[in-house]
């Protein structure tokens, strides 16, 4: 489970529990977590949120060792998040219902600890967290094969800017004005994205960097 590459550091008190907050949006599989994750001996739940935007003030309010975080989260993505909790000292491993390679290059390049699936069972998950928390890059085998396969995103920031505004199906006015941008700065980044992504319109490209992880 682990790609055997060390993280800088290592998180956890000696002797205490590895102190661990939850950021997931579905209230049942949070409180799944919580309550299952709490059954081990040496892992304490310090803080759970359930939307994006709650994170940061989450953690520097329970200072916790590792972050447990969703990435389709209100109001903020997880995967946003990760590199202001790594500069807080936090370790993150990142839990997610969507296995997209792109998704575990940008958690990694972030650096995030981990990457796996919501689907193992809880003493994975577990474990990873000890891993994590002990210094350990830990990811799930295939997802891990799956990213360096597919190669980085070929989008820039702001392409991918002007298609994650695109997916809802705005248009080229909306998208121009919720990132105030002129129409042709918008038109121009959209059609260079759709080139990448060998779409034919802006509503594909969005799709296509969406299921790639991408966005």
């Not at 994170?55 to 975080?69: H, K």
């Not at 003493?123 to 980085?152: F, K, Q």
């Not at 919720?178 to 959209?190: D, G, P, Q």
């Amino acid at each position: 489970m682990t790609d055997g590459q060390s993280q800088a550091g290592t998180a956890g008190r000696a002797g205490a529990p590895i102190r661990v907050m939850i950021a997931e949006d579905q209230g049942m599989m949070r409180d799944a977590l919580v309550l299952l994750l709490g059954m081990e001996d040496d892992i304490d739940i310090v803080a759970e949120v359930g939307d994006g935007e709650a994170i940061m003030s989450a953690a520097r309010r329970a200072d916790p060792d590792v972050a447990l975080l969703d990435i389709e989260l209100p109001g903020r993505s997880g995967l946003d998040a990760v590199a202001e909790l790594r500069r807080d000292g936090v370790v993150v491993l990142i839990l997610t219902t969507f296995a997209r390679p792109g998704y575990v290059r940008r958690a990694m390049e972030a650096g995030a600890a981990g990457f796996l699936v919501k689907d193992g069972p809880v003493e994975e998950l577990a474990a990873a967290i000890r891993r994590a928390a002990a210094g350990e890059r830990v990811v799930d085998p295939s997802l891990a094969a799956a990213a360096l396969t597919a190669g980085p995103s070929p989008l820039t920031g702001r392409e991918r800017d002007v298609l994650s505004e695109a997916l809802d199906g705005a248009t080229i006015a909306d998208i121009a004005a919720r990132l105030h941008l002129s129409e042709s700065t918008v038109r121009n980044h959209l059609s260079s994205a759709i080139g990448k992504t060998c779409t034919r319109n802006r509503i594909e490209a969005a799709r296509i960097a969406r299921d790639n992880g991408w966005l």
